[in-house]
Structure formats: C-alpha cells, structure tokens
C-alpha cells in the first residue's frame, strides 16, 4: 500500500508534517514552517474562490497548495486520476479545435460530413498532444533534472485549466487570437507548475514549455492542412 506524502509549506516549498491542527469540527490552528517560520498553508482556510483567483495569477504559493497538499500524490488513486485528467485535457482540447474551426472554415469545409469532420478534429488532437508530451519530455530531459514523471505529468495536466475559459466564446463572441491568448496562459501556468514541481529555475521551466508548446502548435497546423487536403479530395 502507498504512503502518503508529507505535505509542503507554501512559502519555501520544505516538507511539513502537518499543516494544522483541528481541536474540533471548524475549529483549527494553522501551523508554522519549521525551515521559514511562516504559516505552511494559508490556503487551508481560504476559499475556492480566492485559490482560483491566485492560480490565474500564478501565484507560485496557490500551486503549491494544490499540487502538494490538495491532490495527495503518495496515494495509489494516483493512477486513476491521471486518466480523468488526461480525458479532461483531451476533451478541452477537442472542444478548443472545434471552436478554431467554426471561426476559421470556408463554405466549403462547412458542408463537409459530420463524420468527416469529427475524423479530423481527433487525429489533429491525438497527433498534436503526442508532439506535445514526446517533445515536452526530450526538452524536459535536457534542461532540467527529472525523477518524478507521474506527478510532473499530474501538474502539467491540472495547469492546464486555463482552457475552461474557452467555455466563455459561445456566449460571447470574441475573435480567433482569444484562442491563442488561452494557449499562452495555459504555456505559463505550466511552466509555473513545472517549476513547483521540480524546483528548477523559471527561464529553464519557461524555456521547456515552450519547446513543447511550440512543437504543438506546428504539429497541430501541419496535420491540419493535411486532413484538410485529404477531405478535400475526398468531396
């Protein structure tokens, strides 16, 4: 059976055997870092609210609590919340190509089979995520110092929930370039998760993420064009 990993102090980011103590339901005193001597998580009695707010700010503290000391990594459901949150990110991704395609299709592709269509949207998202993680983990390999694939994994995908934004386009009609203003907020909300993670330096969690995301991009665009050409051959 796993263990449960010690908890981290938001603050310094140094281990801390527990981050309060509760002498009855609602009532609880924070703990002190033994290494900063500060509260080890402030977050423990903040909001939803106010933790969401801080990680769009991306504030490195909000993600330490998160990623530390919310989501319990020494578990053995670390497995099976892997997949959830690799199904999430795939969805997200298949309802961003959608949205990209309504704005930027002709008349033409427009009448293309449902079929067809759906066909395209899930080889751009499968072969451009594939170019994602595989170019990720060759930069990531070279630049920083990795052991811990499964967690840096588990970060990259729940920083990855700036996407939800793009739920906001059909209600209000924004332009092709909030799509992309999305896509550079969730490159360096990862790369702020990259850098809790494995403690390395912000040019170098930068500079990874965005080797992966630009090999996304080029590989979403090529397989684009040419699922484009082929449907059109097709009809």
Known sequence: MAREKKKRCVECGHKAKSLFIQYSPGNFRLMKCENCEEVADEYVECELMIIFIDLILHK????????????????????????KLVLAYLLLDTYRSLLLRRRTDDESNLSMSFVLASSEVLVNVLSSNFAFVLSFALAAKMMLVMSRGKEILLGILISSYV????????????????????????????????????????SRCLAVCFVAHTVRFLADQISGSMSLKHFGSVM
């Open 60 to 83: 490195t503290k909000a993600y330490r609590h998160l990623l530390y000391n919310v989501v319990n990594q020494g578990t053995s459901n670390l497995q099976h919340l892997l997949w």
């Open 163 to 202: 996407k939800i934004f793009l739920f906001a386009m059909p209600v209000w009609e924004f332009s092709v370039s909030v799509i992309f203003i999305v896509d550079m907020l969730v490159l360096t909300s990862n790369a702020v998760a990259l850098k809790v993670m494995t403690e390395s330096t912000t």
